[in-house]
């Protein structure tokens, strides 16, 4: 079947505004991640659902950023007050979840400017 | 906390010859050890992990990667590569918990 999908593509903001993204697992996959990837850096690891739950919430970085999957499909990444430094790609991983050691899959990413 | 080095930013090799790509770890206990590649406006896509058992692992495309434990590397490796083989590859380490932890990523370009 499909892949995981991610909207928007890219999304430009002005500073101090909120934003939503947008991850669509792929069907079946319980376990769903968002992480942030930086010009020149790998992704760095935001929150993690297994079902509708978060089970890790350890690398939001402050509490502007926020994560919901209420039906435990599709996944919400909310950032309120936008900063510059919010700047990134962010992607959307799924997986099966056990065992742990299941490889990932990634959407395309969201491409998140903030001017 | 687990972590991993990619020491290289940029690997260039020319098309035909073997291709390795360094990574290593750092992680309390046994290490689940993942490569990925990222083509430009694409998402990351697997290439092959080590969990347990034989230290080489055969993967996607050709690529294959040795766990050395003793040296806490995992290079990524392929004996004649291919000019579609440039890409942005990405080492990751994940132990028993959620997370897993990139390296920074290695520029491999490839010329014909």
């Known amino acids: 079947g499909a892949g995981v999908s991610q909207t928007p593509s890219n999304k430009v903001t002005e500073k101090g505004k909120y934003v939503e993204l947008r991850c669509d697992p792929i069907?079946?996959?319980?376990?769903l991640y968002w992480y942030r990837q930086s010009l020149g850096q790998g992704p760095e690891f935001l929150i993690y659902?297994?079902?509708?739950?978060?089970?890790?919430d350890s690398g939001l970085p402050n509490d502007r950023f926020f994560a919901v999957r209420p039906e435990g499909s599709v996944s919400t990444l909310k950032i309120q007050r936008t900063e510059r430094g919010d700047s990134a790609v962010y992607l959307c991983?799924?997986?099966?979840?056990?065992?742990?050691?299941?490889?990932?899959?990634f959407g395309p990413g969201t491409r998140l400017t903030v001017l | 906390a687990q972590s991993v080095a990619q020491p290289e930013d940029q690997v260039n090799v020319a098309e035909g010859n073997p291709l390795t790509v360094k990574c290593t770890y750092s992680?309390?206990?046994?290490?689940?050890l993942f490569w990925y590649v990222q083509y430009p406006n694409r998402g990351l896509q697997f290439l092959l992990k080590?969990?347990?058992?034989?230290?080489l692992v055969k993967g996607s495309y050709g690529f294959e990667a040795e766990f050395n434990k003793s040296q806490t590397s995992f290079h990524l490796k392929k004996p004649s590569a291919l000019v579609s083989d440039s890409a942005l590859y990405f080492c990751?380490?994940?132990?028993?918990?959620?997370?897993?932890?990139f390296g920074a990523g290695t520029r491999l370009t490839v010329k014909p």
């Open positions: 991983a799924s997986s099966r979840s056990l065992p742990n050691y299941n490889e990932q899959f």
């Open positions: 069907s079946g996959h319980t376990a």
């Open positions: 659902f297994q079902g509708t739950g978060a089970a890790d």
């Open positions: 992680v309390s206990g046994n290490p689940y």
């Open positions: 080590y969990i347990t058992g034989d230290n």
């Open positions: 990751a380490v994940r132990d028993k918990g959620n997370d897993m932890r």
